[in-house]
């Protein structure tokens, strides 16, 4: 696997829909962490997805984002979940999840699909991404390898980067692997 880090330069509007997105990813976190932090033990992943249909009817806000973004976010929170408690059963002290603030949540992630990235014979490309637009951005090397996923993220400085992850690997370059040593032992002998 391969990620290449690429700087994002979005415009005013493309930067306003990704603030809305990374914010609605955030109060989507917090309300399952809630209704999650209610019960006792965690609920499979599939009732997650069920209870995540079962929400967004009832909050129609949540179609401007992309379902599958939406998604990753309930399987951070899964993941993290069956995490401490992996940890808990084998005798670890550990607390819990705490809410995400404002501010407090960077990223968010195209996995599979909902992305595209279009090249262009000026200095910058352009990376597609469904329900937010098309965001110019800066490829120093050409990707190789299929790409996987792209994380989208935010930094302190409002700076805005994805992470392109592919499943490229690359094979070994020189030789078989093995080498040979040959220490001359009458340097390690002594009286």
């Not at 399952?32 to 079962?54: M, T």
């Not at 409002?158 to 040959?182: H, L, P």
Request: with cysteine; hydrophobic share 30%.
């Amino acid at each position: 696997m391969r990620t290449y880090k690429v700087r994002l330069y979005p415009s005013t509007e493309d930067g306003r829909k990704l603030e809305e997105t990374l914010e609605r990813c955030r109060r989507l976190y917090n309300h399952f962490l809630q209704e999650l932090n209610e019960r006792d033990e965690v609920l499979p992943r599939y009732e997650l997805q069920k209870e995540f249909s079962r929400f967004k009817e009832k909050h129609p806000e949540y179609k401007h984002v992309y379902s599958n973004v939406l998604q990753m976010v309930l399987h951070r929170l899964y993941s993290n979940l069956t995490s401490l408690s992996t940890r808990k059963e084998h005798g670890y002290r550990v607390g819990r999840l705490r809410y995400k603030g404002k501010g407090w949540y960077k990223s968010f992630t195209y996995n599979q699909s909902g992305f595209t990235i279009i090249k262009t014979d000026t200095r910058l490309d352009t990376l597609h991404l469904s329900k937010i637009g098309v965001i110019p951005m800066r490829m120093h090397r050409e990707v190789q390898g299929t790409i996987k996923q792209v994380v989208i993220k935010r930094y302190a400085s409002g700076t805005w980067y994805a992470c392109i992850q592919t499943d490229y690997e690359r094979g070994r370059q020189f030789g078989s692997g093995v080498v040979a040593i040959d220490v001359n032992t009458s340097n390690y002998l002594t009286d």
